[in-house]
């Protein structure tokens, strides 16, 4: 990283998630760190292997085949499956009924201007007992995008490039994250390992050959270190 590029934001994952928030970042004019452990070639994460299904509420390719969908059913779905009945599930209730009003009402119109692109029929993955009053989908919402998993990485990634050369954001691969800086409850920077860089693949096991270290600090922090299969121990630890 060069000297006087002083990030308003460390971003821990290149992953869709890290990408995207980079993306909302930079395009706010705020500067952005993003460090992976990984190489660049693996670029974009889980998201590039995926199949692609967007989690869409009332689109118009479930209207074209007639499929009667509004937030409100999506919402009797997901607690039908969740439950949200615990006192410690009062913030993952929240942060469903957010995301599905984002599904309902916004991320069609979001990832079409990135320049995503959906096939005509709707899957229904996730399906459950079929009903509208049991777990499960009770309709389909499963939305295959043009060219699967790599069509939605490609718009996250051919932004993350511009705003790199806007001089808003410096991505450092093989920059593997091992603790959180806490000041006063808040983490204020990242520690951690550089990686021996390693020429395989997208997709091949990467060495863990540690050549140096590193110490980045930044007013924010977010950790976008991926879901299934990802190394917990940050979230444990912090
Ligand atoms: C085969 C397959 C098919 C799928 N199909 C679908 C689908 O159709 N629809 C759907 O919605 N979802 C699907 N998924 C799930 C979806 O792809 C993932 O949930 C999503 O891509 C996760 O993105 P992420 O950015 O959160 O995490 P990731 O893509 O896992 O990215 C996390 C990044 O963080 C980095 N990292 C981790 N720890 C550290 C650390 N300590 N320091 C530095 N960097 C670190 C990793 O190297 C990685 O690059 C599928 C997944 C797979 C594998």
Redesign the pocket.
């Known amino acids: 990283m060069e000297e006087k590029f002083q990030p308003d934001v460390i971003i821990?994952?290149?992953?869709?998630?890290?990408?995207?928030a980079a993306m909302e970042i930079t395009n706010a004019g705020k500067k952005v760190l993003l460090?992976?452990?990984?190489t660049e070639q693996?670029?974009?994460?889980?998201?590039?292997?995926?199949?692609?299904?967007?989690?869409l509420v009332n689109s118009p390719q479930q209207r074209k085949l007639g499929i009667k969908d509004s937030y409100e059913l999506a919402l009797q779905d997901w607690k039908g499956t969740a439950g949200f009945d615990r006192e410690e599930d009062y913030w993952p209730g929240k942060w469903a009924e957010a995301y599905l009003k984002f599904a309902a009402y916004e991320k069609y119109a979001y990832v079409s201007k990135l320049g995503i692109k959906f096939m005509f029929m709707v899957g229904w993955?996730e399906r459950g007992d079929g009903s509208a009053t049991g777990h499960g989908n009770s309709v389909p919402r499963?939305h295959?995008s043009w060219g699967?998993?790599t069509g939605v990485v490609k718009p996250f990634v051919d932004k993350a490039y511009e705003a790199e050369k806007k001089g808003l954001l410096q991505m450092k691969f093989r920059?593997?994250?091992?603790d959180l800086i806490i000041e006063n409850n808040k983490a204020k920077g990242v520690k951690?390992d550089i990686l021996e860089n390693d020429d395989k693949e997208r997709g091949a096991e990467t060495n863990r050959n540690v050549i140096s270290r590193f110490e980045y600090h930044a007013s924010h922090v977010i950790i976008?270190?991926?879901?299934?299969?990802?190394?917990h121990?940050?979230v444990r630890k912090n």
């Open positions: 821990i994952g290149t992953g869709l998630a890290g990408l995207t460090l992976d452990q990984e693996n670029i974009g994460g889980q998201a590039f292997w995926s199949f692609g299904g967007l989690f993955a499963f295959v699967t998993g920059h593997r994250v091992t951690g976008a270190s991926g879901g299934i299969g990802a190394n121990e940050l």
